[in-house]
Structure formats: C-alpha cells, structure tokens
C-alpha cells in the first residue's frame, strides 16, 4: 500500500505492523524514512523484526497494517528503482561470478547490449574483475558479499536495501563494502544498512532500533550514545584477574553491562546511581578507574535493559578441569596443501589449559584450515597437532572426542527438532543413556529451551541457534572446546550471554580456541595469532598486537580492529617491498 512520500526521501513507511500468526507480532507500528545519499541504519537484537521491514520494503511481503512508499509509488511500481540483498544472499554456486551477473541482469531486464559497460564497471567497483571466471562457490566470505551487492547493482537503484552485509566478513572487506556504500550515497542513492554491528550502526546518518517488533529508539547515533555520557569506565590494575573481576562486577546491581578490553574491563553503570570506586568495586589495593569514552554499543545495551549477569549457570553446573602440565592444544608445523596452493604453512603455537586462543585473520588467510586440521577435520600435509594430550596423527578419534565443537553453520542439523539435535549430540558423545538424559534436562534450563523442544533448529532465531549450538558442544563436558565463528551475525546482548558463558567454563579449567571476525571478541583472548596469506604475522596478548600496531605511527591509540588492518598492510608493505628488491 502506497502513501504520500516522506519530505526529502526516497522510501518511507508508517505504521508498519505485520504478524505471522498469534501472539506478539513481528512488527508493531513501525516507521522508517530513508533520504537519499544516506545511510539509514537499522539495528536490533534476534527476532527484532528487522528483515521482516526490509521485506515490506522491498516489496515481496505486504504488511498487515500501514503505508509504504517507494518513490512516491508502492514498492511493486518501483521495482526498478530497488536494489535488494538479502542477509543470505541467493548466488548460485556453481555458477561463476559472471554468470551469477548475467543471470541477475537478465532476471532484472537489463537489455542485453549494456551487459559489457554495466558488467565493467561492477568489476571495477568491487574489483572482482580478476575473478569473473571463478565458481562463486569457491569465493572467500568478502568476495561473496561484494558479488551479492554487484547483483543487487545490476539496475543502479535509488534505493537499496541491505540486510546484514557484514555479517561473516573480516574487517578488511568490511571496510571495504562500508568504501562502496559511501560511493554510491555520493550518487544520491538512499542506503538501508541493517546489522549486527553495531560500529557499522555508528557510521550511518540515522537509526532505526527495533525490539520484539517495536520501535524504540529513533536519530542520529550520537544521541543515543549520549544518553550513557559520564556512566562508562574503564578499570585495570587488578593482576590477572580479568575474567572473575568481569563476572564479580556484572553480578553488581549498579552495573548493567561489561566487557573486558585486553588486561583491562570495560564497565556501564546504571542510571542515578554513582560510580563506584576502587574499594567499592573490590577488586583489589591497586585497582585504578578512569572514564571511558561512550559508544552507541553502550547505549544500545542500556536501551534494551542492559546485558545478562556475570555468574554462569553452565561454568556453576560443570565440572573442574583438572590441572595439567601438558599443553591443551598445540600446534608444530602445522601445514596443509591443496595441490601447489598452500592454505596454512607452519603454524605454532602451544595453548596452556583454562587460557583462549584466537585465531583471527581475512577471509581466506588459512584460520579455518589451521582450525579444521587441529579438529581432526582435515589431514595436515606436514606437521603434527595434539589436543588434551592426543596426537591428531595417531589418535585423532580420541582427540576429537576431547573436544566441543561449534559452529555457526554445520554444528546443528536445521531439519531436526530442539530435542532430536540434544538427543543426537549425546549419542554422538557415547553418553549413558542416564547421564545423557540428565546432561540435556541441564542444557535446556540452562538456555532456556523448554518451549522450544518441538521445533526445528533449522527455524529458530540466530541467538537460539547459538544457545543450542553450545548446549550440543558441552553437554559431554569436555575439557577442551573450538568455535569457530560462534557469534557471526548475533546481536550485542546474545554475544555477551555468549562470553559469560565462556569465561566462566574458562574458570573451571576449560581451554577454547575460536575464530572470530568481530574484533571486540578478540579481547577476550589471553593470546591470538594473525594468519594471512597461509602464515603466522604477529602473536601475543591482544594489547601487544595493539601496541605494535600503534608503534607503526599510524594510529595513536588504535583498537583492536585498527591493529588487525595494520598489520596485515605492513604486511602487504613488505611483501611489495621485497617482490621490488
């Protein structure tokens, strides 16, 4: 249904409301005006109703009640002039990257004569043109999200739609996509911008924050971050203590949200209430506080009611891993070949217990492989591995059954219910069938399952498949656990949820290795490994990757997203470099 146009836009929508059966609706009475050469973002946890709107928008869902309009017209008149990527992109692929353009312009109408200066220039902005003849399947996680957006440009809109761009890709091509959003806003075009990250929401003109379907929070970033001003600190000087002094000070009722930053935690405070001092907090004679610059992140959390409590119930409710002098996970030479392509070359490193080790890298470095080799998922060419003091070579299915294993994308079977994947899972593990029963009553009260034992996992919301995902990987209590991309494309309260639950089974003894592109989540590590290009870059404590970042006079104070791009152009510096000499 179309209405009168919004003053200086180019879509806009009131009084959206859409349900999908009973109960509380996907959307209620939501509004959005998008303005030409501008980022509009839209922002919210799980389940918020975010794609639902950019359906509406984009026309191929009506809503039940409110107005649309898309150029003064309704969406299904102005096909033309909407661009539309979809959180999970339709590529096909085992097409290539030109046949997946050819076949979006022709499913667009594009005539064929302008394919070859419409197809150009794609190539040139998302220079993808040195891949046109490879199979979009065999495209890293960046280069994918660039095709899917040369798709949806097949058509130059004058609004596009984005829902999630980022989400799975490492922060060099997010960067990147943010570069090709900022071109085509230059042309005018109107950009919808939905994420999960929330440094992303930060850099639109707006946004729009939805919660359970309703909107609560409309503006420039700034004033919402504004409303947390003089309430955030930063606390350090308390040893090595980071993760108890996290917990301790999340189970505080003046606290409502906390993350650690390298050696040091990163604290919100309430509303009216003082900020507590150094006895206060009671962490100890040499703990120092100073303030903290706000971020929206800080006022996003206090918006929807602040993070989860610091205590676990999992790390209560699991067993103590008993101390050893063994290295938990360990790494010589780890090395893999596909034919003469190299994916990982020499990797080393050793993890003692109850320590988390990243591995970060762009999309394509060799982390995953480094990873699936030391899950005993691919053979190494060279090298040798071990985990809990089992040699992958020799032992790899005793290794395996050492570990937790978590994944975003494989780790759930989407066609099984709730309860079958918990079933299966402790079948998988040789579990009793006592000790199996007991250990899935334990997940689901733990993560609140119970309603959900019925449907298919394949249909819940990200952050339950997340909380399901992790119920699957500890029910056997293993001493060891790898995530691989655990929270890829998950909101800021379920990420948090998340790390509780991490740091406190890492109290009890358990070692975690995982992969991340979310570079806050980096801090959590006692140590990480920079891989790019199949080798080792730079490891150490997340504050050494930062300091060595900053010595490269770049950045005076650079996070950890800032250290990560650093390093890997000095890299790509001194290859140049040396390539020339």
Known sequence: MAGPVAPDSVASAVGITKAFGPGLPALDSVGITIRPGKVTGLVGPDGAGKTTLIRILAGLMSADAGTVTILGGAPSERLDDIGYMPQRFGLYEDLTVRENLTLYAQLRGLPGEEHEAVFGRLYQFTDLGRFQDRLSGKLSGGMKQKLGLACALVRTPRVLLLDEPGVGVDPISRRELWAMVGELTEQGIGVLWSTAYLDEAELCDDVYLLSEGKQVFTGPPADLTRRVDGRVIRVTGFADRRRMALTEALDRSDVIDGTIQGRAVRLLIGPGVPIPDAEALGMGSDTLIEPAHP??????IERLGGGPKGTSALATSYREIPPNDEPAIEAQGLTKHFGDFVA???????????????????????KSTTFKMLCGLLTPSE???????????????????SLGYMAQKFSLYGDLSVAQNLDFFAGAYNLPRARARQAIERMVEIFDLGDRLSVNAGTLPL???????????????????????????????????????????????????????????????????????????????????????????????????????????????????????
């Open 344 to 366: 990982a070359g020499d990797i080393r490193f050793t993890v003692p217990r109850g320590e988390i080790f990243g591995l970060l890298g762009p999309n394509g470095a060799g």
């Open 295 to 300: 971020r929206f992140e800080d006022g996003f």
């Open 463 to 581: 952050g339950f498949k997340q909380r399901l995902a992790l119920a699957c990987a500890v029910m056997h209590e293993p001493p060891v656990l790898f995530l691989d991309e655990p929270t890829s494309g998950v909101d800021p309260v379920m990420r948090r949820e998340f790390w509780m639950h991490i740091n406190g089974l890492v109290q009890k003894g358990v070692t975690v290795l995982v992969t991340t592109h979310f570079m806050d989540e980096a801090e959590y590590c006692d140590r990480v490994t920079l891989i790019y290009r199949a080798e080792q870059i730079a490891t150490g404590t997340p504050d050494a990757l930062k300091a060595q970042a900053g010595a490269l006079g770049q950045i005076e104070d650079p996070t950890m997203e800032d250290a990560f791009i650093a390093l890997i152009e000095e890299q790509d510096r001194r290859h140049t470099q040396g390539e020339a000499a």
């Open 383 to 401: 090298g040798t591995g071990s985990v809990a003091g089992h040699d992958l070579r020799h032992a790899a299915a005793s290794a395996r059954a």
